[in-house]
């Protein structure tokens, strides 16, 4: 079993930022990928951006490019979210998942492991 614990969430600003952390610990993987997912109210689940084992493949949703930079430390087993520019639409919480696979993925079905949740709450 693997446990993810997010941290960093909370309110700010319009034009702030945030950085979300997710930390992994239990079972481990030779490798993995870490996702972001978020959900807004009365919204599915959507991606946000993803990180493969060694850092070097990495996508992002096309609502956060340039705005969001995923990154992993994997000596620590956390991956993190660097959210900068933030709207009021991009309210949500924020779910980091891992994919036991080299192969990052944009879709949440292919995550086996979630965390419960930040929120974070873009104000106008």
């Known amino acids: 079993q693997v446990q993810l614990v997010e941290s960093g969430g909370g309110l700010v600003q319009a034009g702030g930022s945030l950085r979300l952390s997710c930390a992994a610990s239990?079972?481990?993987?030779?490798?993995?990928?870490m996702g972001w997912f978020r959900q807004a109210p009365e919204k599915e689940r959507e991606f946000v951006a993803a990180?493969?084992?060694?850092?070097?493949?990495?996508y992002y949703a096309d609502s956060v490019k340039g705005r969001f930079t995923i990154s992993r430390d994997n000596a620590k087993n956390t991956v993190y979210l660097q959210m900068n520019s933030l709207k009021p639409e991009d309210t949500a919480v924020y779910y980091c998942?891992?994919?036991?696979?080299?192969?990052?993925?944009?879709?949440?079905?292919?995550?086996?492991?979630w965390g419960q949740g930040t929120q974070v709450t873009v104000s106008s």
């Open positions: 239990g079972r481990t993987f030779s490798s993995y990928t």
């Open positions: 998942a891992v994919r036991p696979s080299l192969i990052p993925s944009i879709h949440e079905y292919e995550y086996d492991y």
């Open positions: 990180i493969g084992w060694r850092g070097r493949s990495i």
